[in-house]
């Protein structure tokens, strides 16, 4: 048994659904594609059988097959540049800070995130962001070791990763809760570079650890809030305005019930970088306090794009955010 049956075998008994690709390429090597994937081992034994040298496609998707699982495409420059400011703007693609399954490509690399409770389905950086595409339902990617057609093998950075669960903020973007409106060309050629740390006095009244949301079984949303809490007492100047209804808006769909809501909101406040905002005007907490109050009605539409009156001219790190349709 070679390499890429050995490897096709591997994944059949993860559970993920695994098809044969050209040799060096990625295109299907028979019949339909990821429409025929299979995570049985025998039929994978013998379709490597057929095709001994075949390229491996894993059929992503979140409905109908058994440890589904999608994965973020980042293209080259422009990709880790999307995503460094998606990161800049929200904070880890993990909750956790977990490491993530990382695959490198001809070009870029490949996060493969777990399934969710909810469809994921593909999209192109013509609807995400600049470099950056999700394989999801209805798609697949190329996996390693196969062959990419400019020579380079495919590789896991640690083969023993396995798939978890992306950021909740990852996880909004990727069901199309939110969704990215065309970044700006400065987002996009601006060299990322991460904000100053707060000073630990502003931090104290952050979630500690020990905090959570209810219900309690669900950690992954008291650990986004403490991210997008910690993030927002790192604003920078010029992005005050933007970034603190970016963030109340985050904060706004993770919270559950109102009480949870004020919760958050009132350890905002406590917490943000007051002084410059965008164009130089004064950011105080009166301006926060009326950002946290328009901010819910367009949580409730994922549309987390800075209304006029707070954004005038200037536009955030992050690019443009507009509701979906």
């Known amino acids: 048994m070679n390499d890429m049956a050995a490897a096709a075998l591997d994944y059949a008994h993860r559970g993920w659904p695994v098809f044969p690709l050209k040799a060096g390429g990625k295109t299907p090597a ?8 299979t995570a049985d081992p025998s039929e994978v034994a013998a379709l490597w059988a057929s095709f001994p040298n075949a390229n491996i496609g894993i059929a992503t998707g979140t409905i109908g097959y058994h440890r589904g699982l999608w994965v973020l495409d980042i293209d080259g420059e422009q990709g880790e540049a999307s995503l460094a400011n998606l990161v800049y703007g929200f904070g880890p693609v993990t909750d956790y800070g977990e490491s993530v399954a990382t ?14 409770t909810e469809a994921i389905r593909s999209r192109t950086s013509k609807t995400l962001a600049p470099g950056l595409d999700i394989r999801a339902d209805g798609g697949y990617v190329v996996a390693p070791p196969s062959l990419h057609p400019n020579g380079t093998r495919y590789r896991w950075l640690d083969p023993d ?6 950021a909740y903020w990852l996880t909004d973007i990727a069901t199309g809760r939110i969704t990215l409106g065309r970044y700006t060309p400065e987002a996009t050629r601006r060299p990322f570079s991460a904000p100053e740390p707060a000073p630990p006095s502003r931090l104290r009244a952050v979630a ?38 970016r963030y109340a808006c985050l904060l706004r769909r ?3 019930t109102e009480a949870e809501w004020e919760e958050l909101r009132d350890e905002a406040l406590d917490i943000l970088p007051y002084g410059p905002g965008q164009d130089g005007d004064p950011f105080d907490r009166a301006e926060a306090a009326r950002i946290f109050r328009d901010a819910p009605k367009y949580a409730e539409l994922g549309d987390f794009q800075l209304p006029t009156p707070y954004r005038k001219t200037a536009t955030n790190r992050l690019g443009t955010m507009r509701r979906g349709r």
Do not use: C, Q, V
Not at 103 to 116: D, I, M, P, Q
Not at 210 to 238: C, F, V
């Open 161 to 166: 990763n396995r798939p978890g669960p992306a």
């Open 208 to 245: 500690p650890e020990g905090w959570h949301l209810s219900p309690p079984e669900d950690p992954r949303r008291a650990a986004s809030a403490r991210t997008a809490l910690k993030r927002m007492a790192e604003l920078p100047e010029g992005d005050r305005n933007a970034g603190t209804f």
């Open 254 to 256: 993770i919270a559950n």
């Open 103 to 116: 695959a490198t490509t001809g070009k870029g690399r490949h996060l493969y995130f777990s399934s969710t």
């Open 30 to 37: 028979n019949g339909h594609g990821f429409k025929d994937a």
